[in-house]
């Protein structure tokens, strides 16, 4: 009897040994995941070589009771008049301004399938403003689904002294009621990136893009939520197009100024994500 309770004895400090062992491995290997993922990978994915001045500005933009809505994805370097232009040769519409005229044919046209291409688009605000400029791309006969991109004009001046415009740009796929506040709304699709590299291309389609260029914008989401609480996710780059002066035609294909390697290979990371769970 005293034998086997020595034996029992024996095995429980084993026991408590191995349990502080995988306990302390886990504890570890969390830590680790921890630093990496929310230290060390951020550090080597926030990048703002190509335009020092934006790594302080605002990364997403806010509704009107302050709550954080679709992130900045997409931004210009121009004139008004060339940013204008430009969306409007790519075959965009200026949104109309919000007003009760406006507010029943947007309704009529989702009811009743009626086109209007130019219908008006929702406040969101940046730098206590709402947005300078609104352009949609409709899809079908109605403006139930439509691609869109919200611009503000920034106080940053490129080097060439023409003004910097920041925008969010994303695509209404359904209207319906808002997650968070019960309003009658449109619905994004989750995947910005697609969207704000939609825009891209069929600007550059025009050969008006004499630069492009990325720096860091809301980071890499995989489940982000904007002010109506629709889920968007994102390799988190803010994409910079430098329009051509004047909106001069380029003969050459834009130059792209490249990221750092380990933001690249985020970005191909991303994008294998990206379609793989789509």
């Not at 920034?154 to 002294?161: E, G, H, Q, R």
């Not at 003004?163 to 699709?189: K, Y």
């Not at 910079?240 to 990371?269: D, G």
């Amino acid at each position: 009897m005293q034998q086997a309770s020595n034996s029992n004895s024996d095995e429980r400090p084993k026991h408590r040994h191995w349990f502080w062992y995988i306990f302390g491995t886990l504890v570890g290997l969390f830590g680790l995941y921890a630093l990496v993922s929310y230290v060390v990978l951020p550090a080597l994915w926030h990048h703002y070589e190509h335009n020092p001045k934006l790594e302080h500005s605002p990364k997403t933009t806010q509704t009107a009771e302050g709550i954080s809505g679709d992130p900045l994805n997409i931004g210009f370097v121009g004139t008004t008049a060339e940013v204008v232009q430009a969306l409007l040769a790519a075959g965009w519409h200026p949104a109309d301004p919000i007003t009760l005229r406006s507010s029943v044919g947007i309704a009529k046209s989702v009811l009743f399938k009626h086109s209007y291409p130019t219908a008006p688009v929702s406040n969101l605000y940046l730098w206590g403003r709402k947005q300078d400029l609104a352009f949609e791309l409709p899809i079908g006969n109605n403006a139930k689904t439509r691609h869109h991109v919200r611009l503000w004009q920034s106080n940053n001046l490129n080097a060439d002294s023409r003004p910097l415009w920041l925008g969010s740009a994303t695509f209404d796929q359904s209207v319906e009621l808002s997650h968070r506040t019960g309003q009658i709304t449109h619905h994004i699709n989750a995947d910005i990136d697609e969207e704000r590299d939609n825009v891209i291309k069929s600007i550059d389609l025009t050969h008006q893009i004499a630069q492009l260029y990325q720096v860091t914008g809301i980071g890499a989401t995989w489940v982000g939520r904007n002010g109506g609480g629709d889920r968007y996710y994102t390799d988190g780059e803010l994409t910079i197009c430098v329009l051509s002066m004047n909106n001069i035609a380029q003969t050459k294909p834009s130059t792209y100024s490249p990221s750092p390697e380990p933001v690249k290979f985020k970005n191909q990371l991303w994008s294998w994500l990206r379609h793989y769970f789509k």
